[in-house]
């Protein structure tokens, strides 16, 4: 069974980290390009920071210089480690494998004092 399941959301403070996880099962990391997406209420789902199979990453202008996307083969799972964090950065926050065509269920990242 092909599943990707994200964990490590929670409510934080302005300026505080979180390190979220995609955990996938099926299918293999190294060998697909894969990204964190997000989405906000109201808002279209958007790609925060991708990652491809020769380690090459990507990030959003809003995500440059506070977040880092990182994957360990041997776990088959993804990373985002997110520092710095805004309130405009609450969403939920999704993982996708782009071979697959996989996305998990979402973590929810609440930034609020």
């Known amino acids: 069974q092909v599943q990707l399941v994200e964990s490590g959301g929670g409510l934080v403070q302005p300026g505080e980290s979180l390190r979220l996880s995609c955990t996938a099962s099926?299918?293999?990391?190294?060998?697909?390009?894969t990204g964190w997406y997000r989405q906000a209420p109201g808002k279209q789902r958007e790609l925060v920071a991708s990652?491809?199979?020769?380690?090459?990453?990507n990030y959003a202008d809003s995500a440059k210089g506070r977040f880092t996307i990182s994957r360990d083969n041997a776990r088959n799972t993804l990373y985002l480690q997110m520092n710095s964090l805004k309130p405009e950065d609450t969403a939920i926050y999704y993982c996708?494998?782009?071979?697959?065509?996989?996305w998990g269920q979402g973590t929810q990242v609440t930034v609020s004092s």
């Open positions: 099926g299918i293999s990391f190294r060998l697909s390009t």
């Open positions: 996708y494998h782009v071979r697959t065509g996989t």
């Open positions: 990652i491809t199979s020769a380690g090459a990453t």
